[in-house]
């Protein structure tokens, strides 16, 4: 089964490019290569800051686009992995080895196969 862990992190602990780097980039690479490792990883990236995505929405057939994230919150999406794991304990239990998971939080979803 396949999940994505998805990395929320505060604005200042954001390790995207050409951002504040409040948070060992190390951490990171370690938790990405103990998944590799583990032979669990199946793929990842890391986002650019919120403020550099745009929301579309269609609106009586119109396009409307807004600079910015689609909500305004104290976490954003920083990244994401995709693991190939036996079950959701499994999962849920490299969430939480996770860098964001201290202080900010981790989403796990199991992914559709199609």
């Known amino acids: ?5 998805m ?4 604005p200042d602990e954001f390790v995207g490019e050409g951002t504040p780097d409040n948070q060992p980039k190390e951490a990171w690479k370690a938790y990405t ?6 032979g669990v990883m199946v793929e990842g990236n890391a986002l650019h800051p919120a403020h550099t995505a745009t929301t579309v929405r269609l609106r009586d057939g119109q396009r409307e686009i807004a600079d910015g994230p689609y909500a305004d919150t104290k976490e954003h999406l920083g990244g994401y992995y995709i693991i190939e794991v036996p079950d959701l304990d499994t999962a849920l239990d ?3 080895r996770n860098p964001a998971a ?3 939080a981790v989403e796990v979803r199991p992914v559709v196969m199609r």
């Open 1 to 5: 089964m396949q999940y994505m862990i």
């Open 7 to 10: 990395n929320y992190v505060r």
């Open 33 to 38: 290569q103990a998944m590799i490792d583990a």
């Open 94 to 96: 490299w969430a939480a």
């Open 102 to 104: 201290g202080s900010g």
